[in-house]
């Protein structure tokens, strides 16, 4: 398939707009600004999965009351250096943040604390709140889970068992943070929706069939669907794969009962049961100053970073890189010549916002 050819809108232009329609759509300026700065955050990292694609189906959720605007996460238990939120099924831009800023806050008292957050509305990104937590210097790991969602068959089956299920880490080096991000299943549904509006294919291998045949066809998780307008999952009969053969599945798995059974907000499973799909998080905080090690951490950390990166190309003229590396660099690159979407993608947003009485940016 050919490449289509992207629309570039100035970052800025994007953010603003993006939260004009969240405002269109009755969110407060507020969580409307929260909400397009993450999206636009994962088109800047170059997540485009979990960037501004994401608005029509945000906007439908908000519009049905699967999602809640202006929500505050209750709190279910406070243990100190641990907690349990409930988000409430309030937007995962406002919930999740609240989750880490605790976790944060509780960390840099207690050296260490574990945040549970449950009922959130999609978090997007999983990698935004370990940077947040790099930003106060802490460690962290993000074990993340999508109940109600079953998108990814498990190691050695067919049909879907997990949710895309995301895992993150976050390490800060000072200058050289290490932010490794990624969803369990071999590629993100959001990329399959990306595929599907024309962007990048996905690889030959993502999917599977009820037969057992592997798939890089949308259709496949998908079903039949319009050039433009909203992807149901519900409608295609095969499944992601998750990603590295029994390892990847097995990490997954861990992510349901830690982030969906652990947390009480429900494994991944029939939407049916639950009445709504909610992101699940269950995230370690560890301050290693608190620890007595900062020094040495930050030393040995670097050199052994840049000790890895030194090792020779398989590819020449690819270098080694560092988690986090590809999203620094693409933010930089996009940062100064504006974020690409697909033809598909900005009309579909274009849409939205006519429908919201939002005017295009000029
Ligand atoms: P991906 O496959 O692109 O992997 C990204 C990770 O791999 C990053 O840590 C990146 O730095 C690293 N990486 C990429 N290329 C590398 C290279 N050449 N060398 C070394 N490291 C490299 O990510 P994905 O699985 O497509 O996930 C995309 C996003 O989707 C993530 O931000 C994730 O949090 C998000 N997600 C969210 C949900 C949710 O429910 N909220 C669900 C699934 C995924």
């Not at 970052?11 to 004009?20: R, S």
């Not at 993000?142 to 068992?161: C, I, K, M």
């Not at 049916?272 to 909610?278: D, K, P, Q, W």
């Not at 020094?295 to 560092?322: I, K, M, Q």
């Amino acid at each position: 398939m050919a490449e289509p050819s992207y629309i570039r809108i100035p970052a800025a232009t994007l953010e603003a707009f993006i939260a004009a329609i969240f405002e269109g759509a009755g969110c407060d300026a507020a969580e409307s600004r929260r909400i397009s700065t993450h999206l636009l955050g994962a088109n800047l990292a170059g997540h485009d999965s979990h960037g501004v694609v994401r608005v029509p189906r945000y906007v439908e959720w908000h519009q049905a009351g699967f999602v809640l605007k202006g929500q505050t996460a209750e709190v279910v238990t406070d243990g100190g250096c641990f907690a349990l939120l409930d988000g409430r099924f309030g937007f995962g831009q406002t919930v999740a943040p609240q989750a880490v800023e605790l976790g944060i806050a509780r960390a840099l008292q207690h050296g260490i604390a574990v945040v549970g957050l449950r009922n959130a509305g999609h978090i997007g990104r999983v990698g935004d709140y370990a940077e947040a937590a790099i930003r106060a210097g802490l460690i962290s790991v993000h074990f993340v889970n999508v109940a109600g969602s079953v998108l990814v068959a498990p190691f050695g089956g067919t049909e879907r068992r997990f949710s895309t299920a995301p895992f993150s880490v976050g390490v800060p080096l000072p200058g050289r943070p290490l932010v490794l991000d990624f969803a369990t299943s071999l590629v993100a549904e959001g990329k399959v929706l990306v595929a599907s509006n024309g962007g990048k294919a996905l690889p030959a291998d993502a999917l599977i069939e009820p037969d057992g045949r592997l798939s890089g066809d949308p259709h496949t998780l998908y079903g039949e669907y319009g050039q433009t307008g909203p992807r149901n999952p519900a409608n295609g009969a095969g499944a992601i794969r998750a990603f590295g053969e029994h390892k990847g599945s097995g990490l997954a798995f861990m992510c349901e009962m830690l982030a969906g059974a652990l947390t009480g907000g429900g494994t991944s499973g029939p939407v049916e049961a639950r009445g709504r799909i909610a992101n699940g998080m269950l995230s370690f905080y560890v301050s290693p100053r608190h620890f007595g090690t900062e020094a040495e951490f930050h030393a040995t950390g670097r050199a052994y970073v840049d000790w890895v990166l030194a090792s020779n190309p398989a590819s020449p003229g690819e270098p080694v890189l560092a988690p986090g590396d590809r999203e620094a660099a693409t933010r930089a690159e996009r940062l100064a010549n504006g974020v690409p979407l697909t033809p598909d993608t900005w009309a579909s947003i274009l849409a939205v916002a006519r429908q919201l009485g939002v005017p295009a940016p000029g």
